[in-house]
């Protein structure tokens, strides 16, 4: 947004709000700051060595080397490209805090390969994050509409990556914690659920209140857009995940999963569900993964806007509540 009006750079108020999800959002996020150096991630090895076939810790290293890039490119270019459609500098803020969470979340991976791998072993899975074909190809489409959409497009392309592209790499955390295993690495994933089930119904909210103001012939052009779009991710998607889950045999489990994500990010969105996938198609042992949550579930806690409450709860399933 334009930061110079009547020839004054004008100074953030927060005394005066223009919409109160922009401060009930910003609580919410500070309150949940968190830093991957406080999970002690070295618990885990004991699982790492004992209960894992070389099989599965290379799936492992390989879907957190794919997270890796998808949260680098939301630090490096997803916010930034968001913030400059911000209706407001109270928003611009909001996105200032999500940008540095994604650096966090990035980052927070890097601590997990230092304490199970190899330097070597690391490096391999830089190298094959960088050059996997689907992985790049969902970062390279992303990556352009955040250069060249607009504003609408850019909102549907950052809920579409993290309300749906990250879950083909969540599954495994996920899938280990249902079975007891890998708990401290599962914490670092449910702390970055948590902020993502944030990030997804907020960027939503905002796509949904510039989407209201289009014309019927323009909502009708962008629904086009964004279901093709999403059609063009999942086909991508079925392709990364035979890759990398075939060798387990999780594939077809992986992929419900990630229907039914899409489902949830097409929610987010306000927009009516793609696929005839629910929870209930989920495989149980993830499904359980995700709910073993510790704190208060209570989205937008201490708001006091019970409308924000109600619109928040029905966009954002309970699974993901923390
Ligand atoms: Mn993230
Ligand atoms: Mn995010």
């Not at 993830?286 to 708001?303: C, E, L, P, Q, Y």
């Amino acid at each position: 947004m334009e930061h110079i009006q009547n020839g004054s750079y004008q100074a953030v108020n927060w005394n005066y709000i223009e919409d109160a999800l922009d401060k009930a959002t910003w609580e919410k996020l500070t309150q949940q700051f968190w830093l991957d150096t406080r999970i002690p991630i070295s618990n885990d090895l004991r699982n790492w060595q004992g209960d894992l076939s070389a099989a599965e810790r290379r799936v492992f290293n390989l879907v957190f080397g794919g997270l890796t890039t998808l949260d680098t490119l939301q630090s490096q270019d997803g916010m930034a490209a968001l913030r400059q459609d911000a209706v407001n500098q109270k928003e611009e803020a909001v996105l200032n805090n999500i940008q540095f969470m994604e650096s966090v979340h990035a980052k927070s991976y890097s601590s997990i390969f230092e304490t199970l791998n190899e330097k070597s072993e690391i490096e391999a899975v830089f190298d094959w994050a960088d050059h996997n074909e689907y992985l790049q190809y969902k970062a390279q489409k992303i990556n352009a509409i955040y250069q060249e959409g607009s504003p609408l497009e850019k909102k549907v392309a950052s809920v579409f990556l993290e309300t749906f592209l990250f879950y083909s790499g969540f599954y495994t955390p996920l899938y280990y914690l249902g079975h007891n295993r890998m708990l401290n690495v599962a914490e670092i994933i449910k702390l970055i659920l948590r902020d993502e089930s944030v990030h997804g119904t907020y960027i939503g909210y905002k796509f949904q209140i510039g989407f209201k103001k289009l014309s019927a012939e323009e909502q009708a052009d962008l629904q086009a857009w964004l279901y093709d779009l999403l059609y063009d991710l999942y086909e991508n998607e079925e392709k990364f995940t035979h890759e990398l889950y075939d060798e387990l045999g999780w594939t077809e489990d992986v992929l419900s999963f990630l229907r039914y994500n899409a489902n949830k990010a097409l929610m987010n969105l306000g927009q009516d569900p793609l696929f005839p996938d629910s929870a209930d198609d989920v495989n149980p042992v993830v499904m359980n993964g995700i709910s073993t949550s510790t704190a208060n579930h209570d989205f937008f806690s201490g708001v006091g806007n019970g409308y924000l409450l109600g619109e928040v709860e029905a966009m954002d399933s309970a699974d993901y509540d923390y």
